[in-house]
């Protein structure tokens, strides 16, 4: 029976050998922490204008993370291209006819592919908490401060469970292109949306993005984002549930149908 | 094996063995359930009904597949934006084949000097020598090649064919699949014929010859009947064709003919030597392959029975006459 170490080895050499990783993975990075340097930069600025619920909710962590919302999504393009490609060039044929346990390729794949995204996800999320802190000049919060660890570091973890469960969904739909095209507009409008809605509120708070993101605000109603029924492990582990249902369905896809 | 899609039989209680040491032909026109048979056989594809073994093993047991079969499925089964090296890299090393390796394979086919571009600029027939390549890669004990041939130029024509015959008399087992009877008239020992998902024959190549590849000579004369007695008085086998005219088996029968037509002073109006080639053979294995398979399952020379049918006359009674009495 074939292990997993020379499997995981070609996943990797899979994932570093094609332009698409480093674009992705670099995006990601430089605009999660330009986004998020520029708001707070901008935060800084207009500091003295906030009010009432915004001031006393004030969270210069979570300010930082602003561009987390923009840079996700070359974190799913990411997660989507490293499934994705293997169906889109026909690869997938020869992949398993070069590991024919399915289960194994899939863990394999998904594993090199998370590793990656996690280290690339906490360099992101320390270089934009740091960068958005000098920023924000005498606003900033500390690394030290109670619970700014925790967001740092939840920063990453979001960012990293945002492309397993683009892997996930990726693996299901077989397809590059139907997952972006179900993922992008979910992240960027539905989720957002639902959010504002006032009947829908209650259960956009479930969805995976918002329940995770929970994770990056010091001030739990940050920003007058309202308060959520779970704490930041509590929203981590909502988010954890869906990654969980979208990697278990992509197992149950690969490992039914015909390749 | 049975593989059903939705209402489409694809592939139908089809059961077959292929044997170390000879190149096997996988015969069938296009849609027969070759590709299906061969995913099948990588266990890429489930079949509805029975399984494939290799030596007793289903593929997906079998220990790093790429050292024990090799397969060639589609020319473009590769990720375009990697080079060709390490596309064949990543194959390699989930079966722990040495990178030196890799090399070796990318010289035997030819495509060193493409080793580091990408495999999306790869013509048609530099997409099939890559696959061919990571067929080879694990030096497998069998291989299998899907249409090897698509797409290439001759010269890569007649490598693949010198390929595939030093493979098998390396003792390896070599399955190939292609639609061209003439292909596999050059490189197979044995044939395997499918037609809509059925066993239509399995057969050594000599045998598959020696039962098709019936010459005779086609004789045409106004003066019918008196032609008929001539050659019933000179002891020639003629078998009376639907549209008046006549064949003599054998190449050589032309010069006999055209003697004993002078003797009785007779007009010919057409005296050919006639060759049916083993495309038409396979054709007319094909076409009624329903019907062939419902009479004679697997009996190979059934479908190339000779006789009237290969005249333009096939399937009028009585051609089918003639059959009778000759036989």
Redesign the interface.
Known sequence: ??SPA??L???W??IR????TKWTLLLALLVTVALGAVVSAVMNNTFDDLEGVELATFDPTYVSFAGTSLGQLAMIVFGVLVVG??YS???I?????????RGLFYVCKIAAATALAFVVAMLTSFLTFFLGQALLGDHAASIGDENVLRAVVGGGLYMTLIAMLAMGVATMLRSSMLSLGILMPFMFLVSPILSAVPGAKDFARYLPDQAGSRIMRVVPNALNSGETPYGPWGGIGIMLLWVAAALIGGYLVLKNR?? | MTKRYGKTLAVDNLSFQVHPGHVTGFLGPNGAGKSTTM?IM?????PTAGGVRIDGKH??E?????SYMG?L??A????????AY??L????????IPRARVDEVLDIVGLSAVARKKSKGFSLGMGQRLGIA?ALLGDPKILMFDEPVNGLDPEGIHWIRNLMKNLAAQGRTVFVSSHLMSEMALTADHLIVIGQGRLLADTSMADFIATNSRSYVRVRSPQHEELKDAFQRAGLTAVEVGDGSFEVEGADAAKAIGELAAQNSLTLHELSPQQASLEEAFMQMTAGSVEYHAHHPGDPTTPGAPGPQWGPGWGGAPAGDDTEKKG
């Open positions: 029976m074939s020379p499997v080895q070609s996943e050499t899979k050998t094609v332009a698409s490609t293997e060039s026909g690869m044929r020869t992949s398993l006819q070069a590991v024919p346990r015909d390749a | 995913r990588l266990d890429l594809d489930a593929y997906r079998l220990a790093e597949p790429l397969a499925l589609e473009k089964a590769m990720h375009g934006g990697r080079s390490n596309n890299l990543c194959l390699a090393q989930s079966n722990r990571s």
